[in-house]
């Protein structure tokens, strides 16, 4: 059997690819604090498995290509509220805002197009256009400035012919950035000069903790060009249930959609009538999730501060800080750590940075942080990894 080149051009998740390591890690009796992956530990809102328990459909049928209606109809519902208004056939139910994202690169992009994004960037963005042949170049940015966009004019530069698409994620992951209107005028600017698709990937947009937050979709005038990404696996700790939706006023666009949507047959029927329930969750339950995860943000934040020779920003929003490590390679740093390091038979877990630039070379030193994790096991969490970097072999501060 000869495999593509194309699937072994894949990169391996730099979130997952070190879980090896933790079961071993598991199997020896230790405790992993996992800082390696976004999943949330809040308890999802209960009305998702009410409404599965209460589905009593004498046959788990074949569901609408675009997704249940009932859950369109409730997506609508959540985006009038945000004084985002979208018709019933803007929106199309996806597995996950994964498959949203790839279903935007199979609409946009043929061989060899190239996808603007801002690095450090979602690593996953590499492997969703890779598969369809087509590239993510990538666009600097810097931990000194909170990870905040260049000037336009530097944008542009890294503009070509190939280009098809701008895809940003606001709140940002892994950086936790908040991008400021003024940034946002700077990115519309430039998809409507270029006619450009602007992909907003805005699953965390309920978790900002500084200062106002804007989505694109609240802006008018790129109406034929944002197409908007979003899930309920964060809102609504849901990871889970694999149920996501991508929204476009823009009807060609959407037509083109429905031939893939209608290729793949249907999203999942019983994750769909749990994922329509989460919609009526009160927006209380939104406000205390938003508490707690500034909690956990200060908590990491000052743990962090008082480690030697660690560097990172603050983050505004979603739930990862990226940080600088004082150690020759993190990635070899985290797999020590796993198999070598323990207080009390205690150990950490987390992302390489590296695997969240298009260039390998970049972010050798860096790590990405999820503070999915309640204030004092944070606290726990970060003081192993301050005491694993004084003991380990590569620590550059000795």
């Known amino acids: ?106 609409a946009l992009c043929d061989e060899d197009d190239e996808i603007l994004v801002f690095e450090p960037f979602y690593a996953n963005y590499t492997t969703f256009a890779k598969t369809f042949n087509a590239k993510v170049k990538a666009v600097p940015t810097s931990v000194e400035n909170g990870y905040h966009l260049p000037s336009a004019e530097v944008i542009e530069q890294y503009i070509s012919a190939k280009t098809k698409a701008i895809l940003v994620t606001n709140p940002g992951n892994p950086t936790g950035v908040v991008y400021s209107e003024a940034e946002m005028q700077i990115l519309g600017s430039l998809a409507l000069k270029y006619d450009l698709a602007l992909i907003a990937d805005e699953v965390y947009r309920e978790f900002v903790y500084d200062g106002a937050y804007r989505s694109f979709g609240t802006m008018p005038e790129l109406d034929q060009n944002v197409i908007m990404i979003d899930s309920v696996s964060k809102r609504f700790s849901a990871c889970g249930a694999r149920i996501g939706c991508v929204i476009s006023k823009n009807k060609e666009f959407s037509k083109q959609i429905m031939k893939v949507a209608q290729g793949r047959l249907c999203s999942p029927a019983v994750e769909m009538v749990g994922a329509a329930a989460l919609y009526d969750t009160p927006a209380s339950y939104l406000e205390e999730v938003n508490k707690e995860y500034k909690k956990r943000r200060d908590t990491i934040a000052s743990a962090l501060a008082k480690l030697p020779g660690v560097k990172s920003s603050e983050p505004q929003g979603a739930f990862y800080v990226m940080v600088q490590l004082p150690v020759d390679d993190a990635e070899k740093f985290a797999i020590w750590t796993l198999e070598n390091f323990a207080i009390d038979n205690e150990t950490v877990m987390f992302a390489p940075g590296n695997g969240f630039y298009s260039d390998p070379a970049r972010g050798v030193n860096e790590a990405r942080l999820a503070y999915v994790l309640k204030a004092e096991d944070l606290e726990r969490a970060i003081y192993i990894l301050g005491e694993a970097l004084k003991a380990y072999p590569g620590y550059t501060l000795k």
């Open 1 to 106: 059997m000869r495999l593509s080149k194309r699937v072994q051009a894949l990169s391996t998740s730099p979130i997952r690819k070190l879980t090896p390591y933790a079961d071993a890690a598991k199997a020896a009796g230790k405790k992993v604090y996992h800082l390696n992956i976004g999943q949330p530990d809040i308890i999802t809102p209960p009305q998702y498995m009410e409404a599965i328990r209460k589905y009593d459909a004498p046959v788990i049928a074949y569901g609408n290509s675009k997704g249940d209606p009932k859950l369109i109809k409730a997506i609508q519902g959540y985006y009038e509220a945000k004084d985002m208004h979208y018709a019933i056939e803007d929106i199309f139910v996806t597995n996950g805002g994964s498959e949203a994202l790839t279903m935007a690169v199979t």
